[in-house]
């Protein structure tokens, strides 16, 4: 049972490590949650409006609401939730890009998809129809930059499962907005657009490989370890050995008697 606590701490660590800005924003998350489910209803309801990005602090304050309101949420009950979607997606966005672009997609999904949808809500209070008091509304949270990384991840799924996924991403978004949905739900929609938007930053990175291949799969027989076999089956692409040197001391001496049956096959190949 030590043993089993100490692989599955060392690979929690090794995941936190790989994805370094997601948990800290994660943290950073948390902390402002806890802020808000501890405070009065009075510092509660200054503090979201103080740190919201709606039309009057936009106009007051442009970087400062622009850059804080992506750290709160109104709802702190719903941290749990949004810590295993950051998991899902942030999280992968980061360890396949890199922090920078990762940080990149999400800044630009959370700040553009504010902008242009308090530019919406603007325009329906100037056509009367939407109350002035809207200006002052909260909008407040993380879902922008989410609704980016989801985006951007389209581009690791392989085909055709990528069409699927793709699917699922723009019904999600887009049913909401033409069902009667709000300036949020047009937000969703274009950090979403965004987020596919920024493919070239996916330009070099490898997608998702659902099976070993028969390359893989004859270095891990020939190194006679049916149960690295096993446990290979289970891991993503990235996590499965580039070359035979990854596999140990035994993989280097089975590497020549790996090759030789494909001489031996060359010729009737060729017949």
């Known amino acids: 049972m030590p043993d089993r606590l100490w692989s599955l701490w060392s690979s929690v660590r090794a995941w936190v490590r790989s994805s370094p800005g997601t948990h800290i924003y994660l943290l950073i998350i948390g902390i402002t949650s806890l802020v808000i489910a501890s405070a009065?209803?009075?510092?509660?309801?200054?503090?979201?409006?103080?740190?919201?990005?709606?039309?009057?602090?936009?106009?007051?304050?442009?970087?400062?609401?622009?850059?804080?309101?992506?750290?709160w949420m109104a709802d702190p009950s719903s941290f749990l939730f949004y810590a295993v979607l950051f998991e899902v997606f942030h999280?992968?966005?980061?360890?396949?890009?890199?922090?920078?672009?990762?940080?990149?997609?999400?800044?630009?999904?959370?700040?553009?998809?504010?902008?242009?949808?308090q530019q919406i809500l603007l325009l329906a209070i100037e056509s009367h129809s939407a109350p002035r008091s809207m200006k002052h509304v909260v909008d407040i949270g993380v879902s922008y930059g989410l609704a980016g990384a989801v985006g951007i991840l389209t581009y690791r799924m392989p085909r055709p499962w990528r069409w699927l996924y793709l699917t699922g991403a723009v019904l999600f978004f887009a049913v909401p907005l033409t069902t009667g949905g709000t300036f949020t739900d047009a937000g969703h929609a274009i950090a979403l657009a965004l987020g596919l938007a920024l493919w070239p930053l996916t330009r070099g990175r490898p997608t998702w490989r659902w099976d070993l291949g028969p390359a893989a799969r004859r270095r891990f027989r020939a190194a006679g370890d049916a149960e690295a076999l096993g446990a290979a089956d289970a891991l993503g692409p990235s996590d499965v050995p580039a070359t035979a040197d990854a596999l140990g001391p035994e993989a280097t001496l089975t590497r020549t008697d790996a090759r030789e049956p494909r001489r031996s096959r060359r010729p009737r190949a060729k017949r």
């Open 40 to 71: 009065s209803e009075g510092l509660e309801t200054f503090l979201l409006h103080r740190t919201s990005s709606n039309i009057h602090e936009l106009d007051k304050h442009p970087l400062q609401s622009l850059l804080i309101s992506g750290f």
């Open 91 to 117: 999280a992968n966005v980061e360890r396949w890009t890199g922090t920078l672009r990762w940080l990149c997609a999400v800044a630009v999904a959370h700040v553009a998809a504010t902008l242009v949808s």
